[in-house]
């Protein structure tokens, strides 16, 4: 998008514009009764926003930072796998369909920096590219995604 304005200036035309549990009451017999430890509304979890040129990137984790999760860029038709090795970092990729008119796709690591309040950050480390019918280009994506919590998983 913005990082590859400079080539359409140089007449390149790139296209159109787990549950967990806790013991609850113990019956006269001494059998414990199993219950959910929290509610679906009481569960928490974490809201993925940020921007990469004119593009949001947005996302919803449900689970832990440690199992693969993913976002979306509706902008460019774009969707977005997070696969971590820890809970704190990873790798990514990325696909469009339609970034300027041509797909696009891209792949890269992440750092997870997480703060008092329960959100952070997910910075990003890679290179993205288009591709058009007369190549394919690439740039540098270094970007940081806003982590906040989203109650009610």
Not at 105 to 119: E, I, L, M, N, Q
Request: charged letters at 10%.
């Amino acid at each position: 998008m913005r990082r590859f304005a400079a080539l359409a200036s140089l007449g390149v035309c790139l296209g159109a514009a787990a549950q967990t549990h806790s013991i609850g009451n113990a019956t006269p017999d001494g059998v414990a009764n199993a219950k959910p430890a929290a509610s679906a509304a009481a569960r928490q979890g974490l809201r993925i926003n940020g921007r990469i040129d004119e593009a949001t990137v947005q996302g919803l984790v449900c689970s832990d930072l440690a199992r693969p999760f993913g976002a979306t860029s509706p902008e460019v038709g774009g969707t977005w796998s997070f696969v971590p090795r820890t809970a704190t970092a990873g790798s990514f990729t990325y696909k469009a369909t339609n970034v300027g008119g041509v797909p696009g796709s891209g792949s890269g690591t992440y750092v997870v920096t997480r703060d008092a309040g329960g959100g952070g950050h997910i910075k990003l480390d890679g290179t993205g590219s288009i591709h058009s019918p007369v190549g394919t280009f690439s740039a540098t994506i270094y970007e940081t995604l806003t982590l906040t919590p989203a109650p009610g998983c």
